[in-house]
């Protein structure tokens, strides 16, 4: 059975267990995912091949509820064509409080997957497509009175222009204006034209690389002109990460009386030539038992951040001080 997006609604669909959501617009699949799952704390997620490489356990998984669990949704991503084989198994074996969510992207008419759930009642077919200008308008002037601050055409056509055509980064913007704004009742377009073209003058990549060069003049810099949102901090700690390793590996490679502007060329895979300066300061900056001790705290404050969402972003500028001191 095709339901339209926009006809999909909080609770509207709770006696299906059943449900394909495809297309390119990943913001709206997360919001309809998020209205099916809607306050349920139990949530698993698979990507295909996971389920088709070890098909028997996984779907046993599937349908095996602890008797603390009142519902189970399992979300399945990157699915195709190669899925509806298992479709038939999965129907027979429905258990109360237990949903499906297949997460696919384009699938053409002739596909086998879309066509089972498009004719079939008791599954639900839902197609995204991506926002037009309109859509996306709606969504911002939605925000700004939401918020009760003012707003001109030329502030929402910029604002818009910077998403993409993507609700998910228009979102992400939106509510980067609305931290800035916590204590403000308006905001001008240079200030809205500033916060968002911050994103720009300084990446997740320069932030890192201050603080593995020990820069704290540029680190301040950037942390005093950056608001952070959820989705930056575990980006950050993963890059963290990537950049200690080599580090790490430089260590590793290095003999006495090497001459490191060579060891940095012969790095694989190179390091482009913009970036030879800061990695050489920051193999100069840090010895290789510090280095390895850092990675060690990576990888403990990338699962504080998981567990700790609320304080999360606390957690990261610690570890960043603390760093960047060292």
């Not at 704390?41 to 996971?50: A, H, L, P, V």
């Not at 997957?113 to 002037?141: A, G, W």
């Not at 980064?169 to 968002?196: A, H, M």
């Amino acid at each position: 059975m095709i339901i339209k997006s926009y006809e999909f609604g909080h609770g509207q669909f709770q006696k299906n267990d059943l449900f394909l959501i495809y297309g390119e617009n990943q913001g709206l699949k997360e919001e309809i995912i998020n209205k099916i799952s809607v306050n349920n704390k139990n949530t698993i997620k698979y990507f295909e091949n996971e389920i088709l490489q070890n098909e028997t356990s996984i779907l046993e998984t599937f349908f095996t509820k602890s008797l603390f669990e009142d519902e189970k949704i399992i979300i399945v991503n990157k699915v195709t064509d190669k899925f509806n084989k298992l479709i038939e198994g999965i129907e027979e074996k429905k258990i109360d409080g237990i949903k499906i969510i297949l997460n696919a992207d384009i699938l053409e008419k002739k596909s086998k997957l879309r066509s089972i759930f498009e004719k079939q009642k008791n599954l639900i077919c839902v197609p995204v497509y991506n926002d037009n200008e309109k859509t996306l308008q709606n969504i911002t002037i939605t925000f700004f009175k939401e918020k009760k601050i003012p707003y001109s055409i030329e502030l929402l056509n910029f604002i818009i222009s910077k998403s993409g055509g993507d609700r998910k980064n228009l979102k992400n913007e939106l509510n980067k204006i609305g931290i800035y704004c916590e204590n403000k009742n308006k905001i001008t377009i240079e200030e809205i034209k500033k916060l968002i073209n911050l994103s720009e003058n300084h990446s997740h990549n320069e932030l890192v690389d201050a603080c593995l060069a020990k820069n704290k003049k540029k680190l301040e810099n950037i942390l005093n002109n950056n608001l952070f949102i959820k989705e930056d901090y575990i980006t950050i700690i993963r890059i963290f990460l990537i950049k200690a390793k080599r580090i790490l590996l430089l260590h590793n490679s290095f003999k006495n009386n090497e001459d490191i502007d060579d060891l940095i060329s012969k790095y694989r895979p190179p390091i482009f030539w913009k970036d030879k300066e800061i990695v050489k300061r920051q193999f100069k900056s840090w010895a290789y038992k510090d280095l390895k001790n850092l990675i060690d705290e990576i990888n403990e404050i990338e699962l504080m951040i998981k567990k700790n969402t609320d304080t999360a972003k606390h957690i990261l500028l610690n570890f960043i001080f603390s760093v960047s001191k060292n």
